[in-house]
């Protein structure tokens, strides 16, 4: 699997947490996004990253505001976590605000420069995720698919359900990131995807 990891950034910080553009850090560093469905392991892969084992929480509680979350890594980039989707206990008036609140994020947000869509590998992509890759590619967002725990596939079976995932997204295996928070399989080869989708477009 893919090499472990790597880049090791010297700082990693929670800036705010919003809903609303006004909401939104006014650093102008570039930013990736992180988005996925509901216990699919986001929180766990922006700690490995970052190296930091509690920055980002699982913030699934049912009735709480679904917030989008910022994060400042190693004064270089922004992390916006946004709140995961398809969590079942999650009320249907805040389950409703989701939609508008990301789609407002994702068609005004000028630093943005990558959206991470983080995959469960052992699921089959549903419509939404479909829908959601659709609707990146009408808007022209960058975007790039992580394949997380990835340690709960047989060593001899990993690469063929990165083909199959790939597939089924309609994208090439190239842009799909296999991952595991448990090995750090994956963790140095998704820094440099990171780096390679930011540099050079940080005009502050
Ligand atoms: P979130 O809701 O997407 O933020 O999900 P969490 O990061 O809280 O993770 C959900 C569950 O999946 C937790 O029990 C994690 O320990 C587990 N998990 C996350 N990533 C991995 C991984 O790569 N491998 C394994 N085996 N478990 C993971």
Request: net charge positive; glycine share 10%; proline share 6%.
């Amino acid at each position: 699997m893919g090499r472990m990891e790597g880049y090791v950034p010297r700082s990693a910080d929670y800036i705010k947490a919003g809903t609303a553009p006004s909401h939104y850090p006014t650093t102008g560093k570039p930013e990736v996004a992180f988005v996925g469905r509901s216990n699919v392991g986001k929180s766990t892969l922006i700690n490995r990253l970052t190296g930091r084992k509690g920055l980002a929480r699982a913030s699934n509680t049912p009735g709480r505001t679904q917030l989008i979350q910022f994060f400042d890594v190693a004064d270089r980039w922004v992390f916006a976590d946004l709140p995961g989707y398809g969590y079942a206990k999650v009320p249907p008036s805040i389950r409703k605000a989701w939609g508008p609140m990301i789609n407002t994020y994702l068609e005004v947000r000028d630093p943005l420069r990558l959206v991470v869509l983080i995959l469960d590998i052992r699921r089959e992509p549903g419509s939404w995720e479909h829908e959601f890759l659709d609707w990146l590619n009408d808007h022209e967002r960058g975007v790039l698919i992580v394949a997380t725990k990835m340690d709960k596939v047989p060593k001899h079976k990993r690469k063929a359900a990165v083909n199959k995932l790939s597939k089924a997204l309609g994208l090439s295996s190239a842009c799909v990131f296999p991952f595991s928070a448990l090995s750090g399989d994956g963790r140095a080869d998704l820094w440099d995807a990171l780096k390679a989708a930011t540099e050079g477009m940080d005009d502050g």
